[in-house]
C-alpha cells in the first residue's frame, strides 16, 4: 500500500471531521507536520535509553573513589519531627537543619586527601529556638586539618574564634576514646577515608552495580553552557545495603547482627529521588539535585524525616597546592582534657573505663536508643 503524505493528511482529517482542509491548506499542513516529526525524531535522537543512562551513572559514581579532583557546592536541608519516645535525651519537637560546604577537593593521592571548603551548619527546634549556628573555613593537608571559625556564637571558648586553630588528626585517633574503638568506619567510601587500594575495589564494584533505578530520561540540555545528559533515578535499597556491605568487607569491618538487620530496616524505609545532569562529552556528574524521605514505626508514634539536597560539580581534574595557615593555634592545646596526661585522659585509660567503652562498640554502628542511653549512662560513670 502506497501512503502518500497528502493521504495521511486526510486520513487524519477524516478522524477528526471538524477539520477541513482545502489542498492550499492542506500542503502547509503537511509541511507544518513533516517539521513536527523532523523535531520529534531529533528530540528522540538526543535522548539516553534507560540502560544507557544507568551504565553512565555507574561508571560516573565509580570515578569519584579514583584519584581526582574538583570545585563543589553542596546543599542539604533535612526536617523532622522528633516525637517523644524517640529518646529519653532528646529534645521533642520540630527539627529543622540546614548544611551547605562549598570548596575545592584533591584527591590525586586519596590516602592524603586534601582540601578546602567553607562550611555552614544551621539548625532549630519548635519554637524556633536555634540550637546550631556555625561557619567556618577548613583546610585539610595529610593529617592536619585547619579550623577558622567565621561564626560560633556562644558554643565554642572566645579563643577558639580568633584564627586558625590546627587539628593533627593523627594525634587525635591516638586518644583512649578513639584507640579502643574502630577509627574507620563503613561511611568511608562516602568521604574519602579509603586507601588507594580500597577505592580501587569500590570502584571496580560501582562500574558493575547499579546503586539506582533509573526512572525517567529527558531530553539533553545544556548546564552553564555544556552539554548535558538530563534523567531522574531512584535509590535502590537493596543495591545500597549490598554496597554497606562491600564497603565494610573492603575495609576488613566486622559488622555485628544488629547493623544487618538495623541496616536492613533503614534501607526498606529509606525513599530517595535525584535528579542527575551528566556530561555528554566527559560522562561526568555536573549537578545532582532530589529529595528524600525516611520514616520509623517508634510503636505509639512515627519518626518522620525529609530532606532535600543540590550538588553541583565542577573543574574536574583539578590539583590543588595548599599550603598551611601562618601561626594556627594547635587546637588540642586548648582543650586540656584532650592531654594524654590530663586527669580525664587517666580515667579514660582505666580498665573500667575502656571495658564500658568495649560495651557501646559492641552495640554495633546502630544500636537500640534506650540501649545506647544506658550504656552512655555507664560510660560516664566509669570514665567521670
Same mark, same amino acid.
Given at each position: 500500500?502506497?501512503? &502518500? ?19 492550499? $491548506? ?9 517539521? /513536527? ?24 559514581? &565509580? ?15 533535612? $526536617? ?19 548544611? &551547605?560546604?562549598?570548596? =575545592?577537593?584533591?584527591? =590525586? ?17 519548635? +519554637? ?47 586518644? +583512649? ?26 570502584? /571496580? ?11 525517567? *530520561? ?28 562491600? /564497603? ?36 561526568? *556528574? ?10 520509623? !514505626? ?31 593555634? !594547635?587546637?588540642?592545646? $586548648?582543650?586540656?582534657?584532650?592531654? +594524654? ?44
Amino acid at each position: 500500500m502506497n501512503w &502518500s503524505l497528502t493521504s495521511v493528511v486526510q486520513a487524519l482529517c477524516l478522524c477528526y471531521p471538524k477539520i477541513t482542509l482545502k489542498k492550499p $491548506q492542506m500542503k502547509k499542513f503537511s509541511s507544518v507536520l513533516i517539521i /513536527a516529526i523532523l523535531l520529534t525524531a531529533c528530540s528522540l535522537q538526543n535522548m539516553l535509553s534507560e540502560a544507557e543512562a544507568d551504565e553512565l551513572l555507574r561508571n560516573s559514581f &565509580s570515578r569519584f573513589l579514583g584519584p581526582a579532583g574538583y570545585d563543589f557546592d553542596l546543599s542539604f536541608n533535612l $526536617q523532622a519531627e522528633l516525637p517523644e519516645n524517640l529518646n529519653k535525651e532528646v529534645q521533642t519537637g520540630a527539627l529543622d537543619f540546614n548544611l &551547605s560546604i562549598a570548596g =575545592s577537593s584533591d584527591l =590525586s593521592r586519596p590516602e592524603k586527601g586534601q582540601g578546602e571548603y567553607n562550611l555552614k551548619l544551621k539548625g532549630s527546634m519548635t +519554637p524556633g529556638q536555634p540550637v546550631l549556628d556555625l561557619e567556618l573555613d577548613v583546610i585539610k593537608i595529610a593529617e592536619e586539618l585547619y579550623l577558622n571559625f567565621q561564626k560560633a556564637g556562644d558554643y565554642l571558648p572566645s579563643k577558639m574564634t580568633k584564627g586558625w586553630l590546627l587539628l593533627d588528626l593523627e594525634r587525635l585517633s591516638s586518644l +583512649p576514646l578513639l584507640s579502643s574503638t574502630q577509627s574507620q568506619d563503613y561511611y568511608g567510601p562516602f568521604v574519602g577515608e579509603l586507601d588507594q587500594e580500597g577505592r580501587e575495589k569500590l570502584a /571496580a564494584y560501582l562500574r558493575d552495580h547499579s546503586l539506582v533505578n533509573i526512572s525517567k *530520561i529527558y531530553p539533553d540540555t545544556t548546564l552553564n553552557g555544556i552539554p548535558v545528559h538530563h534523567f531522574s533515578a531512584e535509590l535502590d535499597p537493596v543495591s545500597l545495603k549490598a554496597y554497606i556491605l562491600k /564497603a565494610a568487607e573492603v575495609q576488613e569491618i566486622e559488622l555485628s547482627q544488629t547493623d544487618l538487620e538495623r541496616f536492613a530496616e533503614f534501607s526498606e524505609t529509606l525513599y530517595a529521588l535525584l535528579e542527575v545532569y551528566l556530561g555528554v562529552e566527559d560522562q561526568q *556528574i555536573y549537578k545532582v539535585i532530589g529529595n528524600l524521605r525516611y520514616e520509623k !514505626d517508634l510503636g505509639d508514634s512515627k519518626l518522620q524525616v525529609n530532606g532535600s539536597y543540590r550538588v553541583e560539580l565542577s573543574n574536574f581534574g583539578k590539583k590543588l597546592s595548599l599550603q598551611a595557615p601562618a601561626g594556627a593555634t !594547635d587546637l588540642m592545646s $586548648q582543650l586540656p582534657a584532650l592531654d +594524654p596526661e590530663s586527669e580525664l585522659m587517666q580515667k579514660m585509660q582505666a580498665p573500667a573505663c575502656q571495658r564500658a567503652m568495649r560495651e557501646i562498640q559492641a552495640l554495633g554502628t546502630s544500636p537500640d536508643p534506650e540501649i545506647l542511653a544506658e550504656k552512655s549512662r555507664r560510660l560516664r560513670e566509669a570514665c567521670g
